[in-house]
């Protein structure tokens, strides 16, 4: 998921114009909570009748599109100007100058999110449906169900929301906001045990701990020239990535000891400690096209 998001990401950065990037990524972002509510519909329909092979083949369909993609989307003209000058960018580019303070604020901020969305939404299912004296909610499957629905909800809006937040205020200031709201209600939903209460929590968590997503591709863009940029935001994004591999044993095993809500305490403290890395990243350049 991570490659191709990158590609994405580059394309749209050197497409739209800086003053509706934000709104780009945004629109761009949601995608995903729109392919994750589709694939759950396909696998309600699909499953009982054709199994799982049925569905994984519907799976591969979409896949075909990017055929459609690689002939008739052009690459963008900064790009095309770009490739046609003698040097050209290089891996070690990432971290010379006041780009290595950038690289490095990056991916710390990257394994940061990461580990605590992972950390959280490995556990959230077995957190509302575990019994009481076990430490979970003891919901039934339907009322879990409903809750990660409105969650879902919740999600799509924190993505759109973020890109026009960020084209108002600024990306980083956005960012800021966003991760900060995550680590101070993560520790609230991990102690709650009232469904109405984890209802109305669910959504404002998925709202602010995953819209922020929306805004990584439009800090990164405006960072980081023509040249290194798909580089730049593959490199920070899938490295800060290795640490959510560890993200559910951590998590999974502190809400054995302590239980969730000192999990999900923990797994708040990775969002503000993403929200410290952000203060070393370079504000974003405002020019409209970065060569």
Known sequence: MGGEWA???????ETWPAPSRGRAFAFMQSSWAI????????????LPAWGWRG?????????????????NVEEPEVWQRTRRLPVRGSFGDLFRGDLSRATVALTLMNACTLFGWWGLNTWVPAYLVLPIDQGGVGLSIVSSSAVVFITQVGMWFGYITFGF?????????????????????????GYMRNPFVLLALGPFI????????????????????????????????????????????????????????AAFTVAGAAFLLAAIALYWVPEPRTAEELV
């Open 206 to 261: 998925a709202f602010f701990g995953t819209g922020h997503y929306s805004g990584f591709g439009p800090l990164t863009a405006e960072i980081y020239p023509t040249a290194i940029r798909a580089t730049a935001q593959g490199f920070t994004y899938n490295a800060g990535r290795l640490t959510s591999a560890a993200a559910p044993f951590v998590i999974g095993s502190l809400a054995a000891s302590r239980g969730f809500g």
């Open 7 to 13: 590609s994405g990401a580059a394309l749209v950065s």
């Open 35 to 46: 392919g994750f509510g589709l694939a759950a519909i396909v696998s309600g329909l699909l």
């Open 55 to 71: 569905v994984f083949f519907i799976g591969v369909l979409p896949a075909f599109f990017t055929l459609w993609v690689r002939r």
């Open 165 to 189: 937040v960020a084209d108002r205020i600024g990306r980083k200031r956005a960012y800021a906001i966003f991760v900060l709201a995550t680590s101070l209600l993560l520790p609230l939903y």
